[in-house]
């Protein structure tokens, strides 16, 4: 499936798109959106027949909280994954078993890809729970046959023996955290020697990272690509050229367009990654907007498989990545209206600080709630600090400034001033 | 009794914690042609608020609101101390018997004595009670 190209390729797109719009049609959403389209599972033939769709936006998956979007009974959604949304709401993934078994496939894919197998052993660091990186790594890393380790995140030193006393071969984390672990490992004497593979992902990482990681860890480093939407990680990863990704064109039709016109464009063009999953049982989605900035790669890979895109780094929305998470100033904007004794004004910092980001949100006071007392301030400050951790998941710096202090804009807000810059 | 005589009107200003912001709060007053006869100020993480007893305080508050700072007033009393051992423990027994809070204190050198300036959670109260005990308040004419 891997290697599929040309006409024996796109005769299974158009097969397999042709099944995901009938499936999107039991989604009431969607029926309302292929009438109005008028288009019918019958007229896809080709694969070039997906240009008559419409997109799919994440707000359109919000508007459906919780379950607008599942195309099966309740009874066939085995698992949900959450991820954060626009507003206060997140967009929620549901998964059949059928489902779940094409995902661990395409992550076992990847890892073989790069020359894994049940010999090595695995060790996990990411977020488990409602994050895709961590269930979708573990059932692909089990189905290798790889002996995992769920160490997830946090307590970096026991991390570290871990990976010495079971002699882990293959790390899974965001590039940040592995920074982290490289440091810690340095200051407790040890070079991680069995170490030999690093996939990270869930943040964008240069390739500058990428010397740096290697030559630390003592790693070959491959980058993974995913979102929830599209099951989680595993959509695309590097293969050992590690020159680019590569997409799986048999259980994904990608597409590039243009994000303000909507053009399709030609591979070397940059622009947004639209993605018609073609095998998503529960959740079915017609070109959806991933946000996601990159663009197909003209030369053929040596490697033999199908086209790569290059390596994402921008978005086409003012999505942060912090720490693997992904936060959206609107939810940011939601969360201050919550709480009468801040304005609406914000200015989010972000900073990578012992190579872990940090995010510091300067909150303009709301003038009629000052009572002159230091410690109602003291209480404003950790209630916001409170609400943005339940809204977000993340630790954050608050920091309250005066009324009317902060930038005011005339057209789009400028709310995010991002100094990780594109190093480390 | 009219306790409202003894009742001093404080400005509180929030400030956040960045060079100038008391530097441009002193020099506005100063510009204004008023004096600032206390002052201290109370830091919390990344802010404070700058605390301050002037002659003229709806004048303070007026100059300063115009300038986007965000002002309030706090009623505060001051009380004369007397100069032998022991006059501040006297004073927080007093308040403390009543079951008066202090939120805080700060203290200020009068023309003839020292002077604590008192922000307590019941100021009505704390001031029966100290004239009551042969305290000595300023009244606030007295920083006017
Ligand atoms: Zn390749």
Redesign the pocket.
């Known amino acids: 499936m891997e290697v599929l190209k040309g006409d024996a390729l796109h005769s299974l797109q158009a097969k397999r798109l042709r099944w995901t719009v009938e499936q999107a049609g039991k989604v009431p959403f969607y029926r309302k959106m292929l009438q109005e389209a008028g288009v019918r599972p019958e007229d896809i033939r080709t694969v070039d027949d997906v240009q008559k769709l419409p997109f799919t936006r994440k707000t359109d998956l919000q508007g459906g909280y919780p379950f607008g979007f599942f195309a099966v009974p309740m009874k066939e959604v085995v698992r949900i994954h959450t991820t954060s949304g626009t507003t206060g709401k997140p967009t929620v993934v549901g998964y059949t078993r059928q489902d779940l078994d094409n995902w661990s496939e395409l992550i076992a894919r990847n890892l073989t890809m790069i020359g894994l197998t049940d010999e090595d052993v695995f060790q996990n660091a990411v977020n488990y729970g409602l994050f895709t990186g961590g269930l979708g790594f573990h059932y692909g890393a089990e189905k290798v046959g790889m002996t995992v380790i769920p160490s997830a995140t946090g307590n970096t030193r026991r991390q570290i023996e871990m990976i010495d006393d079971f002699g882990v071969t293959a790390i899974h984390c965001t590039p940040s955290y592995a920074m982290h672990i490289a440091e810690v490992a340095e200051k407790e004497g040890t070079t991680l020697p069995t170490l030999a593979t690093g996939i990270f992902g869930a943040e964008p990482w240069s390739d500058n990272m990428r010397r740096v990681l290697e030559g630390k860890l003592g790693v070959t480093a491959y980058d993974s690509y995913g979102m929830s939407e599209m099951y989680g990680p595993g959509a695309a990863f590097e293969?050992p050229?590690r020159n680019g990704l590569?997409i799986w064109h048999d259980m994904y039709l990608s597409e590039i367009i243009d994000p303000k016109t909507g053009e399709v464009l030609e591979p070397g063009e940059r622009g947004e990654l639209v993605v018609t999953p073609l095998v998503k049982e529960a959740m079915p989605l017609l070109r959806y907007r991933t946000g996601d900035i990159t663009m197909f790669l003209e030369e053929e890979?040596?490697?033999g498989?199908g086209m790569?895109i290059a390596r994402l780094h921008g978005r086409s929305d003012d999505m942060l990545v912090i720490r693997g998470i992904n936060v959206f100033p609107s939810q940011i904007e939601h969360v201050l209206r919550s709480v009468p004794e801040v304005g609406d004004e914000f200015l989010v910092y972000v900073d990578r600080v012992n190579h872990l980001d940090e995010m510091t949100i300067e909150v303009e006071m709301n003038r009629s709630a000052f009572r002159g007392e230091l410690e109602d301030l003291t209480r404003t400050q950790n209630r916001v600090v409170a609400a943005l951790k339940e809204a977000l998941n993340l630790r954050t710096r608050v920091q309250l400034v005066e009324p009317e202090s902060l930038p005011r804009y005339e057209g789009k807000a400028k709310r995010v001033i991002d100094r990780r810059g594109d190093d480390i | 009794m009219d306790v409202t005589k003894y009742t001093i009107k404080q400005i509180s200003v929030f400030s956040e914690n960045k060079p100038g912001r008391l530097a441009a709060i002193a020099g506005a007053l100063e510009d204004e042609g008023i004096n600032i006869l206390a002052f201290s100020i109370a830091e919390a993480n990344g802010f404070g608020v700058v605390r301050a007893l002037v002659d003229r305080p709806d004048a303070a508050y007026k100059k300063l609101n115009a300038m986007g700072f965000m002002v309030s007033f706090t009623d505060v009393i001051a009380v004369k101390m007397r100069d032998v051992p022991g006059g501040l423990f006297e004073m927080a027994r007093i308040l403390s018997e009543a079951e008066i809070n202090i939120e805080y204190s700060y203290a200020y050198s009068g023309r003839e004595a020292a002077v604590l300036i008192l922000r307590v959670d019941r100021v009505d109260a704390a001031v029966e009670k100290i004239l009551a005990r042969g305290g000595t308040l300023l009244s606030a004419d007295e920083f006017s």
């Open positions: 293969c050229e590569h890979c040596p490697c498989r790569k």
